[in-house]
C-alpha cells in the first residue's frame, strides 16, 4: 500500500512538472521516433529531479515502458523518425531563484542542487565579482541592478541587514564625505620635525563636528591613545581630554 502510495505521489508530481504522466511522456517520445536509450536517460533527470523535489521514491523506467510500446498498427505511417540529440550545457554558477522555472518552462530540463552556506557564500562572492566585470563592460542601468541584488544577498547571508550597511554608509559619508566633488588625489605632503616625527599641526585648534565624529568611530573601532593622537595631529593628553569631555572615557581611565 505504501509502494502505491509513493507511485501515486510521483505520478502526480511528474504530471504536475510536465502536464503529462510518465506513461504519456514516454509514449509520446517513442512516436517520435526516439530511441529507448535517450528516453531512458531523459526520463531517469527528470525523474531524479522531480522525485527530490517532492520527496518521493523516483519510479522505474520499465514501469511505463512496457504499457508504453506503440504496436506497428499504432505508428504513424509518414512519421519521419529523427534520432533525439540530447544536448549539454554544463554550468557551475549560483543563479537567481527563478532561473531553473524560466529554463523549464521552455521544455528544457536543468540539473540542480541547494548549496551549503559555506559554498552559497564563497559563489556569492564570485558572483559580486562577475556582476562588477559585466557592469565594467557595459555601464548599463540594468547591470548596477544585478550588482545591487547580489551585494543584498552578501549582506545578508553574511549575517548583517541591509540597514545595518545603509547605516554605516551614511556614518562613513558624514565623516569623508561623498564623492560629489570629483576630487582627484595626487600627492600628499607630510610635515614632520627635525627628528622626524610628524608635526603636531592640529594643536591648540578647536575640534571640528567632522573631527570629533571621526575621533568617536576610531576610537570604538579599538585605535590606540598614540594613534588617534598622529592621526589627528594632536598630543595625547589633548586626545584623552577629547574621549573625556566626549563621553568615551572617564577620569580613572586615563
Request: aromatic fraction near 8%; hydrophobic fraction near 30%.
Amino acid at each position: 500500500m505504501n509502494n502505491l502510495s509513493n507511485r501515486q505521489k510521483f505520478e502526480a508530481a511528474f504530471a504536475k512538472r510536465l502536464g503529462e504522466s510518465p506513461t504519456e511522456f514516454i509514449q509520446k517520445k517513442l512516436y517520435s521516433g526516439s530511441k529507448i536509450s535517450d528516453i531512458r536517460y531523459l526520463y531517469d533527470i527528470m525523474a531524479s529531479e522531480i522525485a527530490r523535489q517532492n520527496n518521493c521514491p523516483k519510479q522505474d523506467f520499465s514501469l511505463y515502458y512496457p504499457q508504453s510500446v506503440p504496436t506497428q498498427n499504432e505508428r504513424p505511417k509518414k512519421v519521419e523518425k529523427t534520432a533525439v540529440v540530447v544536448q549539454k550545457k554544463l554550468y557551475h554558477k549560483l543563479v537567481r531563484d527563478r532561473i531553473p522555472e524560466i529554463i523549464e518552462t521552455d521544455g528544457n530540463v536543468c540539473v540542480r542542487e541547494t548549496l551549503s552556506d559555506e559554498e552559497y557564500l564563497r559563489l556569492l562572492d564570485e558572483k559580486l565579482d562577475e556582476e562588477v566585470g559585466n557592469y565594467q563592460q557595459n555601464k548599463s542601468l540594468e547591470e548596477l541592478a544585478d550588482l545591487l541584488e547580489v551585494l543584498g544577498a552578501v549582506v545578508t547571508a553574511r549575517g548583517y541587514t541591509w540597514n545595518q550597511l545603509t547605516t554605516l554608509r551614511k556614518e562613513k559619508r558624514e565623516q569623508k564625505g561623498g564623492f560629489e566633488k570629483r576630487i582627484l588625489l595626487k600627492e600628499v605632503q607630510t610635515l614632520n620635525n627635525k627628528d622626524g616625527k610628524k608635526s603636531l599641526s592640529n594643536a591648540g585648534k578647536p575640534w571640528t563636528k567632522a573631527e570629533e565624529s571621526m575621533l568617536i568611530h576610531n576610537f570604538r573601532r579599538g585605535y590606540t591613545i598614540p594613534l588617534l593622537a598622529q592621526q589627528h595631529r594632536r598630543t595625547e593628553k589633548a586626545i584623552r581630554f577629547r574621549l573625556e569631555q566626549l563621553g568615551e572615557i572617564t577620569p580613572e581611565m586615563k
